[in-house]
C-alpha cells in the first residue's frame, strides 16, 4: 500500500516509523511544515518527522499551503492509497482528503468526540480527565469531525504531567494506526458516525493560560501545572520574579491562598488544600528541582506568591 504521510512534532514520530517498518507499506513522500527558528539564539530546526524521513531517504516537502496546484501537482505524482495524518497541523483542503483511493486517516490524541482540536492531550489534563486515549478516524472537512475508527483508552495518572502523557500516546498511536490500515487493507473497518452532543474543543494553548490562582482549588492549580508543563508552562511570582513550575503534589496544609506554608519545602496554600512545587525554573534560570532551588533562594512560612 503506498502511504503520503504528514505530520511534524515528535508525537507523529513513532507512527512514521511503524510505517516505514513494515513491509507492507511504501512511504512515497512526507509532507510536514516548514523548519522553523527555536530558542534564544533562534537556531533554523527541523520538524522531528523530516529528520526521520531523511534517515530513511523519504522525500519530504514543506509546502506553506496545501491549497495551491503545486502541492496538489506532487501529490498526484506520489498517487497515495492512502494519506496519514498525525499532528501536521495544517487543515487538509477538499482537494486533498478527496485525492486518495482510501482517503486519508488521522491519528488523534483523545477518545473522540472528546477534545476535538489542536491541544487534546494537554485539555484533557487541565480539565482532570482520568482517562484518555488515540482515536483514528477518516477525515472530513470539518475539525476532527470524521467517522472513528479504531480506538485505544489509557488511564492518566494522578501527577502525569502533558509532556509525559504526549510520550506515552504518540508510542500507542503506531500501533492503533497499523491495525486501521491492515482493517483499511482488508475492509473489515467498521466506521461510526461522532455524537456531536458529547462533543468538546481542545484550543490551542496560549500564554493567557500561564498565570496560577491560587484562590482556585488545590486539585485545580495542580492540573494546570501538569497540563501546561511544558509549554507555555504555569507560572507565579516569587520574591518579585517569574516563576515557572513543571511539576507539582497535592500536599497537606492550609492557609491563605498564595502562602508558603514550609520553610523546608515549597509547599503553596489554594483555597482548599495546597500543592508543593517538584520542579521549577526562575526568571534568567534553568529548570530544578525545587529542593535545589531552595538553597539558592530560600522560603520562609507566610511568604507570599503571585503579588
Known sequence: MNVVFMGTPEFAVPSLRALLDDEKYTVKGVFTQPDKPVGRKQKLTVPPVKELALQYNIPVFQPKSLKNEETLAIL???????????????????????????????????????????????????????????????????????????????????????????????????????????????????????????SSYAPMLTKELSPIDFTRTAKEVHNQIRGLCSWPGATTTYKGKRLKVYESRLAEGEGEPGTVLSDQRLIVACKQGAVEFLSVQYEGGKRLPAADFLRGKPASVGEKLGE
Not at 498525525?86 to 490524541?109: E, F
Not at 487534546?120 to 477525515?139: A, H, K, R, S, V
Request: glycine fraction near 10%; charged fraction near 25%.
Open 76 to 198: 498526484g505524482k506520489l498517487n497515495p492509497d492512502v494519506i496519514v495524518v498525525a499532528a501536521y497541523g495544517k487543515i487538509l483542503p477538499r482537494s486533498v482528503l478527496t485525492l486518495p483511493k482510501y482517503g486519508c486517516i488521522n491519528v488523534h490524541a483523545s477518545l473522540l468526540p472528546k477534545y476535538r482540536g489542536a491541544g487534546p492531550i494537554q485539555w484533557c489534563i487541565l480539565n482532570g480527565e482520568t482517562e484518555t486515549g488515540i482515536t483514528t478516524m477518516f477525515m472530513g472537512e470539518g475539525l476532527d469531525t470524521g467517522d472513528m475508527l479504531e480506538k485505544v483508552s489509557t488511564p492518566i495518572g494522578e501527577n502525569e504531567t502533558a509532556d509525559e502523557l504526549y510520550r506515552r500516546l504518540s508510542e500507542m498511536g503506531a500501533p492503533l494506526l497499523l491495525r486501521t490500515l491492515q482493517k483499511l487493507k482488508e475492509g473489515t473497518l467498521t466506521p461510526v458516525k461522532q455524537d456531536d452532543a458529547f
